[in-house]
């Protein structure tokens, strides 16, 4: 069991829904890249909904990509002990969380958070949200189905359009109720 830290979050001021996961993978650690498993159904459904269906390999773009659609990528976890890359293994009593209050400070725009997964919404529920509800009370939050290759139990078909629904959807709802959309 090893302590990991996370990465800085892939983000720009005028993103509007932020997606959060636990801590990164192993493979994911290696790369230096949030969702960098292959297997991984993350990079595969953002492509379907902002790229029409092309995948990007190269990270540089992936991410532009997603702030180019005012998305932002963050984990739950700042740092954490972990055998393996489940979420099951993370010693819960060796967690530390990242700094949401500050980050929703300097990302005025963000009108949702979207959970890839179950464990990061338990944990921020849990650790997160009595310092930030008060103060942020308007952030709506949905949990989506896990990207992560263990859990198979759902088609990517249906990921994807669960993550439609509130990703994609959700960024044109925003922009229309603000007079930019089309």
Known sequence: MCNIDGFMPISKLDSKILILGSMPGDV??????????????????MSSLFNQGIELKEYKLRTL??????????????????????????????????????FFLTHKDIAKVCFNGA???????????PDVKEKFSYLQYVRLPSTSPAHAAITLKDKTLAWQKEIKNGVDKHEDSEGKGC
């Open 119 to 129: 464990k990061a919404e338990a944990i921020y529920l849990k650790f997160v949200l």
């Open 28 to 45: 994911s650690l290696q790369k230096h890249q949030y969702y960098g498993h292959q297997r991984n159904a993350f990079w595969p459904i």
């Open 65 to 102: 990509l997603l702030v180019e659609n005012k998305v932002a990528v963050w984990d739950v976890l700042q740092s954490c002990y972990r055998s393996g890359s489940l979420d099951s293994a993370i010693r819960m009593d060796s967690i530390k969380v990242n700094d949401f209050y500050r």
